[in-house]
């Protein structure tokens, strides 16, 4: 059965880091592309990052690209997001998602807050 539990978020202040974990199971985060995604408030969910299961390639959203970084423990079977220089516009609910055996799934999401 694959699951996918987000944690980390919380409040932050302007230009602050935080991290967010993905931590899966019911299948390999290093065999499968992984990605996250934010709801902005009112708005469409949007793609923030992804990371691929060989070569560790990783592909990023405009408005994240050079502060938020993927990656992931094949050990812990956990994805993480490092968030840096954050701003209020990356106030939203960050989720974990995954396709496996062309079944999608999400996690239920964390939310992260930053402070003006």
């Known amino acids: 059965q694959v699951q996918l539990v987000e944690s980390g978020g919380g409040l932050v202040q302007y230009g602050g880091s935080r991290r967010l974990s993905c931590a899966a199971s019911g299948f390999n985060v290093s065999e499968n592309f992984v990605s996250w995604h934010r709801q902005l408030p009112g708005k469409e969910r949007e793609f923030v990052a992804r990371?691929?299961?060989?070569?560790?390639?990783?592909t990023y959203g405009e408005s994240v690209k050079g502060r938020f970084t993927i990656s992931r423990d094949n050990a812990k079977n956990t994805v993480y997001l490092q968030m840096n220089s954050l701003t209020p516009d990356d106030t939203a609910m960050y989720y974990c998602?995954?396709?496996?055996?062309?079944?999608?799934?999400w996690g239920q999401g964390t939310q992260v807050t930053v402070a003006s």
């Open positions: 990371i691929t299961p060989l070569g560790v390639s990783t």
């Open positions: 998602y995954v396709m496996v055996s062309d079944r999608t799934y």
